[in-house]
């Protein structure tokens, strides 16, 4: 029994808590798409859609068994993280070419977009670059309309790229979004965020959703969620502005996305044609979960099957409003997640390390220090060294000088895999080297990258005590496709994909064409 029941009862939305229908295909219309729902979960490696599977009963065994699952799928692109993998997915293009290549200089900071009605980072798609399916859409029928919904900023923002449609995202215990796409929020979101549905959740106790025997992972592990209240249950406060602000790291924070979601269907009347609309929602809680206990814990997996309920609650509910014939979904994730390196040490060779990329930086600092240039010039993040050579004293000699000195360094640290200078990348074999092609697929030209370092599998970055994503290797970029409805063969694909293929894959189920070069090709295997 969903715990949330009594919380969804009573709302508008009652029809989240209809009972879970036995799977089944969607009718086989051959009408033109009405709506199309595109799923992104935070997180959601690809391996948790096989392990647990066996468990699955609601939305993800619906997608999995009655879609076609690409299995062999990967954000093919270094720096995993939240932004550049949802400005891939529905744009078909790799963070070269959409200029979205770190969280840090993702949505935020834009001073022409500050939030409507609460105080938080200001927010648009002013870094993104080229279009989206969406723009595809509106330019072929201008009836279009999307709404996108996340928890996180970059996670409503991005998949709709810089089309100005509904997108909100929660701040302050509520959706809003910025002046980039309004001077005011709809009667819609205000109503719904006058319910405070998160805010009901205070005092709801987080248990294990079947018996503790079905869940192979072990409970106490203390190095999960950095030593605290790493045990089930888990009860949130008791205060309801207080459980609302750390709802997201819980279960309950997807119901909460799946009745926004399903309310913005219907006030803005989405899917009932004749052109085709868009419905995208970020499921954010799996990411926030994730950080805090790892990819190893009971917490992920617990995550995992209340997920695949509450997919299977929206589902059923939109096929309530929709019919499904007219209804297509693809569902799939803008990074994984790498394991704690202390519960990987027999999981990987050589055993994973916790490595400081302090002494190659420090390198690359003295050489600029040395030579009375700026040593703030340089920078490290996520992987890349930045040197700027606007700062004082620093030329263009000095730049290579310092890059060179952090290569040498990095490059004798333990769990360092490899560190280049970026521009020598392109010259390795781009079709067997993924580490150097995923690299190479990062960051436009006109960004000012002078070096890459990439660990070895599974190591981390010091200093960080929380479970982290973001790296080339697999565990961060190998990510589940699925699409569902009407125009897809069902069944498991082992191809090699990429998650730039699913733009141009949707693109011909519409029946539209996109308006730029892609990077990404169609599926055709999944096409019927
Ligand atoms: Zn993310």
């Known amino acids: 029994m969903p715990i949330s029941r009594p919380v969804l009862a009573g709302t508008l939305l009652c029809a989240l808590s209809l009972t879970l229908g036995a799977p089944h295909a969607p009718a086989q219309s051959r009408s033109k798409p009405a709506l199309l729902v595109f799923i992104t979960v935070d997180q959601l490696r690809e391996d948790y859609l096989e392990k647990w599977s066996s468990q699955f009963s609601g939305g993800l065994k619906r997608l999995v068994e009655g879609g076609a699952f690409f299995t062999n799928a990967f954000q093919d692109h270094a720096i995993t993280e939240t932004a550049p993998g949802h400005a ?12 979205i290549t770190r969280n840090v200089a993702g949505v935020n900071n834009d001073p022409n977009a500050p939030l409507i009605g609460v105080n938080g980072l200001s927010a648009s798609p002013f870094r993104f670059r080229g279009t989206t399916l969406t723009d595809w859409l509106t330019s072929a029928d201008a009836r279009t309309r999307a709404l996108s919904i996340s928890v996180k900023d970059r996670g409503a923002i991005l998949p709709i790229g810089r089309s100005k449609q509904q997108v909100y995202w929660y701040v302050g ?4 979004t910025s002046r980039y796409y309004g001077d005011s929020l709809p009667d819609w979101v205000k109503a719904f965020d006058a319910r405070q549905l998160p805010q009901h959740y205070a005092g709801k106790v987080w248990d294990l959703l079947l018996p503790p025997a079905s869940y192979p992972e072990p409970d106490s592990v203390p190095i999960e969620n950095q030593g605290r ?16 602000s750390v709802l997201s790291a819980s279960p309950f924070m997807d119901e909460v996305l799946a009745a926004f ?44 099957l209340r997920l695949d309920r509450t997919l299977g609650r929206f589902l059923d ?8 014939g007219t209804v297509i979904v693809a569902l799939t994730a803008d990074h994984g997640s790498t394991p704690f390196p202390e519960l990987s040490q027999q999981r990987y060779s050589p055993p994973p390390l916790r490595v400081s990329s302090r002494p190659a930086v420090a390198a690359a600092r003295a050489v600029l220090g040395a ?26 000699a000095l730049v290579n000088a310092a890059a060179d000195s952090f290569v040498a360094v990095a490059r004798r640290t333990p769990g360092v895999l490899m560190a280049e200078r970026y521009a020598s990348l392109a010259s390795h074999d781009l079709g067997k080297d993924a580490i150097a092609r995923r690299w190479v697929q990062m960051f436009p030209p006109d960004v000012p990258v002078q070096a890459v370092v990439t660990l070895t599998r599974g190591s981390y970055p010091d200093p960080f005590p929380i479970a982290l994503h973001g790296t080339p290797h697999d565990d961060d970029a190998h990510v589940p496709i699925v699409f569902f409805g009407a125009p897809f063969k069902p069944g498991r694909y082992a191809q090699f994909t990429r998650t730039v293929d699913i733009a141009p894959t949707l693109a011909q189920a519409l029946g539209i064409t996109p308006t730029e070069p892609l990077d990404g090709r169609v599926l055709t295997a999944a096409l019927r």
Not at 88 to 99: A, D, W, Y
């Open 317 to 324: 509910s939109l096929y309530k409003l929709r019919d499904p």
């Open 173 to 176: 215990n509520t959706f809003t």
């Open 229 to 244: 209240n790493f045990v089930f249950p888990k009860t949130l406060p008791a205060d309801s502005t207080a459980a609302a």
């Open 261 to 304: 979601a399903l309310d913005g269907v219907q006030q803005l009347g989405l899917g009932k044609g004749p052109e085709t609309d868009v419905l995208a929602v970020s499921f954010s809680p799996t990411d926030y979960i994730g950080h805090a206990f790892g990819s190893d814990s009971r917490e992920i997996h617990d995550q995992i």
């Open 371 to 396: 030579a009375g240039a700026d040593t703030m010039a340089v920078e490290l993040e996520s992987g890349a060294l930045f040197i700027d050579a606007s700062r004082p004293g620093v030329t263009p």
């Open 88 to 99: 891939s997915i529905m744009s078909g293009r790799f963070p070269r070419s959409t200029g």
